[in-house]
């Protein structure tokens, strides 16, 4: 693996359920997983309802009163998994994965048409949640296929506050379902992408049927009513093969791998109602586990994100869309700072050529009076005349050599410093030049911005800028006795389109650069 497929190589996963927390980290040997470290905490959560609809616990099972954040906090510290970035993965239970297919747009719309589709299929109000999705073209050119993931926008916050004590950083969250893709992908590489999947632990059955790396259908099934197997609820195994060749026509299924507690009994069942040609998976032995345990499956799945070539997933924290906004923001800021600083050193050279020929002609006038016999014959009122005039000159000169200023240092500096919540839309720089008499007047730099921050917050961050500013060398022109350098708070400004849906109002912020000419 090059470099990058191993930027990841620490990364922890923790998987969540109603009833088990699972926190693992992995490393690979070639393609082998190698486990290096399990941890599972019980929760002892009680539902009160006993129909659970999806999301609805989020708030009371993600609280700092249960019983299963202490017991984390204290397996992450016995473990000695910190400190580390984390890949969360939610089941079903805290989460929504659905996979739908709609027509083809250009690609440049699709952050806000995606979502708008995504509430056919996911009957939720979008206003509290985080989400993120996976798209790609069909083959026909004539649709999309879009992978959609939310959560409580909440059970990311509440994540991260508890994971600060720990010395654990978020990374990205996901979803059971792309973890189990995940970790199949890995072990069972060959002929993946032409089969279909059926896992048994304990009471549970988990099938999945993916295409392109994306699961279609996720289905977890308790069997807990049934006796035994020839009670057995149906696995609904041809619908769900029915449901992906609807969607994703190109998809054809040749085998379908069965796994876990009891496989064998459960292959010809499965053969059966799939009407694929089934074989064995051992996916303990594969993965170096003691038993067939789902909830470690999908931590080793987590855990294994970037830790080899895999087709992106998706991120409902919502981490890692701000990370690329950011990366995007600051290479336009750089660009932008290039460009200025480009034009600046351009004026810069046109005016050392401007004032090279002014040299050399204030030298000719030099070299003219030399003499003061230059003057023998002239008249009183004409000797002043000229003595003005090459007093005129040299005051030029003298303003125009003197305290000589470089702005591109100072855009280096403003963009360096730049918080990343702030944002600057315009530079002025005013710098007066006298000739009668040295000018009196202020020189001036201006730096006007934006930031979607309010209150306090903006306050902090614009005086925090403020401050960097003021400690830059390239900076000291405009510092005391003779300067000041001060920020300016202003009021409400535009509204700007975010990719959750939000609206953001920016205010705006001025920062002024002055040196007194006393």
């Known amino acids: 693996m090059s470099a990058s497929d191993i930027k990841n ?14 926190i693992s980290r992995t490393v690979l040997e070639g393609s082998a997983v190698k486990v290096e470290k399990i941890a599972s905490i019980q929760t002892n959560f009680k539902a009160k309802d006993k129909i659970i609809k999806p999301l609805s616990l989020n708030n009371e099972f993600f609280n700092e ?13 016995k473990g000695d998994f910190s400190p580390g970035k984390v890949n969360v993965t939610l089941s079903h239970y805290f989460s929504i994965t659905r996979f739908f297919v709609m027509p083809s747009i250009d690609r440049k719309f699709w952050n806000k048409s995606i979502p708008i589709e995504s509430r056919k299929y996911i009957p939720v109000a979008f206003d509290e949640m985080s989400y993120d999705f996976y798209a790609y073209p069909l083959s026909d050119g004539k649709k999309i296929a879009v992978l959609f993931g939310i959560t409580h926008r909440k059970t990311v916050e509440f994540l991260m506050e508890i994971f600060k004590p720990v010395s654990l950083e978020i990374d990205s969250v996901e979803t059971s379902s792309v973890s189990f893709e995940r970790a199949l992908s890995l072990v ?9 999947y059926v896992h048994f632990f304990k009471e549970f059955s988990y099938s999945l049927f993916s295409a392109n790396n994306c699961p279609v259908i996720f289905r977890e099934m308790s069997m807990e009513d049934a ?43 499965a053969e059966s109602e799939s009407g694929l040609k089934t074989e064995m998976l051992d996916l303990s032995k594969a993965m170096g586990l003691k038993d067939n345990s789902f909830p470690v499956i999908a931590s080793l799945g ?23 906004l950011h990366k995007k923001v600051q290479a336009y800021i750089i660009g932008i700072s290039t460009f200025i600083a480009g034009i600046f050193l351009l004026l810069a050279l046109m005016n050392n050529v401007q004032i090279f020929l002014l040299s050399g002609k204030v030298s000719a006038l030099k070299n003219q009076m030399s003499d003061v016999a230059d003057f023998a014959n002239l008249p009183e009122d004409m000797v002043r005349i000229k003595v003005e005039d090459v007093q005129k000159q040299a005051r030029l000169m003298r303003v125009l050599f003197s305290e000589k200023e ?42 006007k ?29 405009f510092t005391a006795p003779r300067g000041a350098i001060e920020p300016v708070l202003e009021g409400a400004g535009d509204k700007r389109g975010r990719r959750d849906l939000e609206i953001s109002e920016t205010t705006g912020y001025t920062i002024n650069c002055v040196r007194k000419n006393i």
């Open 9 to 22: 190589a620490n990364m922890i996963g923790i998987y969540i359920n109603l009833e088990e927390v699972v």
């Open 65 to 77: 009163k249960q019983e299963w954040v202490a017991k984390f906090k204290d397996a992450v510290k």
């Open 188 to 196: 069972d590489s060959r002929e993946h992408a032409l089969k279909a």
């Open 227 to 269: 006796s035994g197997i020839s009670e057995r609820k149906s696995l609904d195994l041809k619908g769900s093969i029915a449901f992906v060749k609807r969607y994703v026509p190109d998809q054809n299924y040749l085998k379908m791998a069965v796994s876990g507690d009891n496989a064998a009994l459960w292959q010809k069942l």
């Open 302 to 324: 987590a855990s294994l994100k970037g830790k080899f070539q895999y087709k992106q997933g998706i991120d409902i924290s919502g981490m890692s869309a701000n990370r690329n």
């Open 406 to 447: 470089f702005l591109a240092p100072k855009l280096q500096i403003i963009s360096e410093k730049i918080p990343k919540d702030l944002w600057v839309i315009e530079i002025d720089y005013v710098n007066p030049v006298g000739i009668s008499e040295v000018s009196r007047e202020n020189k001036e730099l201006i730096i």
């Open 449 to 477: 911005g934006e930031t979607s921050l309010e209150g306090e917050y903006k306050y902090n961050m614009v005086e925090y800028f403020t401050k960097e500013i003021k400690k830059a060398a390239e900076f000291r022109t």
